[in-house]
């Protein structure tokens, strides 16, 4: 049976994450869930980021389901660098999945498209690029400070991302996939990244290929968004088109993502793509959709594929139904998803 590790979290984390495992409970009875106190509450209670005997742990779970970690009262970095990136790198989460669906029956904010035309899936490399902590500074706080932070990327790290989307790509009806960078400027990067991408997609001549500038790709996102099937691309620039694609295809509260390692060397971590939400906590009204969609990639990623889907469909009967400008509340969309799940 499967053994879940949860990160409850911070803020609006416990609330979401609550009804992720109702749902959970219901598709998959008899999953064993662990909690785990992590986040801007431990650190101010004992100082505590992510302690190594905290990490052992978790490496023995099957996956690790994340609600959200963060405060304004939390220097910047400390969990972000201590906890999420940690987990990130020590378990090899090297596949950053983030789906955009538009749902019938969510208004987006394009007036050009249709629910159901945006389906689109991100996968953005997790372990590399400017986020693997290279760099330094120098002269700190004078006239003379200089600060670098590099980019890395390995011919391993960029290959076996790719491979993934490919991967996706053959699972998917439409088959198509599109790298994202900027070659014509970070030129060192960006060739070994088009290099890579062509040496691929020439061993799958049955799957669509196109190149697309990050700044182009910004643009397309909202004027087009149809367009996208998968795309693959770099660290920092699949933080920022996930938030572009989620904008475009309802909002945050509905925006999921799960960080994997898909040979299962370590447990993959699922979690939805918002924060804390510290302005809404506390009072019954954060989305669950996000966590719970999460909550099916888990499915999906430990292989209950039959499960997951029926996560998806009650997802689907919820947003098909919801009034629009009516105030949710959190445990009621839980409740209800759950009852729906299981039916
Ligand atoms: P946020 O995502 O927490 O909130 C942004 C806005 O979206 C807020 O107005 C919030 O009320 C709304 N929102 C977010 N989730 C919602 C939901 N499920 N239903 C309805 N409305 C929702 O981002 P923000 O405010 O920038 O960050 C707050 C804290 O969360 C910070 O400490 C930040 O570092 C942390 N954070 C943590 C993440 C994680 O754990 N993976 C990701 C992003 C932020
Ligand atoms: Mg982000």
């Known amino acids: 049976m499967a053994r879940i590790a949860v990160v409850a979290g911070d803020g609006i984390g416990p609330e979401v994450v609550a009804q992720a495992r109702k749902v959970l409970d219901a598709v998959l009875p008899g999953v064993q869930a662990t909690e785990y106190d992590l986040g801007a ?28 970690v963060g405060d304004p009262t939390v220097p910047p970095g400390v969990l972000e ?19 955009s669906r538009l749902w019938p029956g969510v208004a987006g904010p394009l007036g050009n498209v249709k629910p159901g035309e945006v389906d689109l899936v991100v996968v953005r490399e997790g372990t590399e690029g400017l986020y693997a902590g290279a760099g330094g500074s120098l002269h700190r706080d004078t ?3 200089v600060a670098t932070e590099e980019s890395l990327n390995t011919r391993h790290g960029v290959e076996r991302v790719i491979r993934d989307a ?7 009806e439409r088959r198509k996939v599109t790298l994202v960078h900027k070659t014509n400027v970070l030129t060192h990067a960006g060739s070994l990244w088009a290099r890579t991408f062509d040496a691929v997609a020439a061993e799958h001549p049955d799957i669509e290929t196109e190149y697309q500038h990050v700044d182009a790709a910004a643009m397309f996102l909202v004027t087009q968004p149809q367009r996208y099937d998968v795309v693959v691309t770099d660290n920092l620039f699949g933080d920022i088109l996930t938030d572009i694609a989620a904008a475009v295809t309802g909002g945050i509260g509905l925006a999921a993502s799960g960080c994997i390692n898909p040979q299962g060397a370590y ?13 809404i906590a506390g009072q019954g009204i954060a989305d669950p959709v996000a966590a719970v969609l999460s909550a099916a990639l888990l499915l999906e990623q430990l292989g ?8 998806n469909a009650a997802v689907a009967a919820e947003l098909a139904s919801r009034a629009p400008g009516a105030t949710l509340r959190t445990e009621e969309v839980g409740d209800r998803l759950a009852a729906h799940a299981v039916a």
Do not use: C
């Open 267 to 279: 447990p993959s971590m699922f979690e939805p793509v918002h924060g804390s939400a510290p302005d």
């Open 81 to 99: 660098r201590g906890l999420l990136l940690k987990l990130r790198f020590a378990f090899d989460q090297y596949v950053n999945l983030r789906p």
């Open 166 to 172: 490919f991967a996706r790509a053959g699972r998917r």
């Open 143 to 145: 006239p003379a400070e």
């Open 304 to 311: 209950h594929s039959e499960s997951a889907a029926r996560v």
């Open 41 to 68: 509450a431990r650190w101010h209670r004992t100082g505590e980021v992510l302690p190594d005997s905290v990490l052992t742990e978790l490496a023995g779970h099957d996956a690790i389901l994340l609600g959200a």
